[in-house]
């Protein structure tokens, strides 16, 4: 069965970090490009950060309101995928999924396998 589990949310002051981890089972992850996508209460889901597939060089996507601040990794060993997140801004508060996509692109219309999300919220 395939899964996608993600994990490592939670409650951080601005300027704080989090790792979110997305744990895959039932498929090989370097098959699969992964993303991350959020959504926040009454807006719509956006795309964070994608990562291609493949063992080795890999390339790697990320929105512009996160750009300099996220750093997306996969370890295909360990069939997952990680999202650092550095000097949260209030405005990360979100629901962060996962889930797997042939190519690597933000429309989420490409991505099956969603996983059920990770609170994360920033706040002082």
């Known amino acids: 069965q395939v899964q996608l589990v993600e994990s490592g949310g939670g409650l951080v002051q601005p300027g704080g970090s989090l790792r979110l981890s997305c744990a895959a089972s039932?498929?090989?992850?370097?098959?699969?490009?992964i993303g991350w996508f959020r959504q926040a209460p009454g807006k719509e889901r956006e795309g964070v950060s994608c990562?291609?597939?493949?063992?080795?060089?890999?390339?790697?996507y990320y929105a512009d309101s996160v750009k300099g601040r996220f750093t997306i990794s996969r370890d295909n060993a360990k069939n997952t995928v990680y999202l650092q997140m550095n000097s949260l801004k209030p405005e990360d508060t979100a629901v962060y999924y996962c889930a797997r996509s042939p190519v690597p692109t933000f429309l989420s219309s490409f991505f099956n396998s969603w996983g059920q999300g990770t609170q994360v919220t920033v706040s002082s």
């Open positions: 039932g498929f090989t992850l370097d098959s699969y490009a």
């Open positions: 990562i291609s597939s493949g063992d080795g060089s890999t390339s790697t």
